[in-house]
T-cell receptor, first 112, second 116 residues
Framework: QQQVKQSPQSLIVQKGGISIINCAYE??????FPWYQQFPGKGPALLIA?????SEKKEGRFTISFNKSAKQFSLHIMDSQPGDSATYFC???????????FGTGTRLQVTL | GAGVSQSPSNKVTEKGKDVELRCDPI?????LYWYRQSLGQGLEFLIY????????KSGLPSDRFSAERTGGSVSTLTIQRTQQEDSAVYLC??????????????FGPGTRLLVL
């Protein structure tokens, strides 16, 4: 059972464009939503995270938008750069249960 | 400082053999996690350690999988009688649990396991 659904599976964006990745969850006990960035041959690294008591969080070119009623959240990468080309995973965790439940990932390619 | 390290980086084995995967967490990190990353499947939780005990083993797919952690540091994931469906990247993560604060899990580079 896929508790966190992520789309699209892959994304191609031109340099300077906006990359948008969407996730939806079912478990209402989830209360923390991190995004991870993974480069080939490396482990995932935390990019940005949000709690459901806010609707948006911005860090540099990266923004998470959160819609609690719809149980959806998304990552926006502004002014996308070739160095942003990586696989992005959304994730969720609930309370003291620290294990991360991941989406299936989005492979982003930013072209020149 | 040093991050999470895993060994071996790659492992090729024959079906039916046992394998051991090692994780060295960041020094001082009390929590340790194992995940499995299969092609197109995202990352799947396997087991969580707090210190040397494993309060959550719910993700281990079968009794062929086991893990231990010693000295609150190094962890070993063992897969007995490997099957071809065990082929995946096995990722280890560690974190420092602080009461009342959300922890950040730091991942190692993974061990790529191929079962022939």
């Amino acid at each position: 059972q896929q508790q966190v659904k992520q789309s699209p599976q892959s994304l191609i964006v031109q340099k300077g464009g906006i990359s948008i990745i969407n996730c939806a969850y079912e478990n209402t006990a989830f209360d923390y939503f991190p995004w991870y960035q993974q480069f080939p041959g490396k482990g995932p690294a935390l990019l940005i995270a949000i709690r459901p008591d806010v609707s948006e969080k911005k860090e540099g070119r990266f923004t998470i938008s959160f819609n609690k009623s719809a149980k959806q959240f998304s990552l926006h990468i502004m002014d996308s750069q070739p160095g942003d080309s990586a696989t992005y995973f959304c994730a969720a965790t609930a309370g003291t249960a620290s294990k991360l439940t991941f989406g299936t990932g989005t492979r982003l390619q930013v072209t020149l | 400082g040093a991050g999470v390290s895993q060994s071996p980086s790659n492992k090729v084995t024959e079906k039916g053999k046992d394998v051991e995967l090692r994780c060295d967490p960041i020094s001082g990190h009390t929590a340790l996690y194992w995940y499995r990353q299969s092609l197109g499947q995202g990352l799947e939780f396997l087991i969580y350690f707090q210190g040397n005990s494993a309060p959550d083993k719910s993700g281990l797919p079968s009794d062929r999988f086991s893990a231990e952690r010693t000295g609150g540091s190094v962890s070993t994931l063992t897969i007995q009688r490997t099957q071809q469906e065990d082929s995946a990247v096995y990722l280890c993560a560690s974190s420092l649990r602080v009461r009342g604060m959300r922890e950040t899990q730091y991942f190692g580079p993974g061990t790529r396991l191929l079962v022939l």
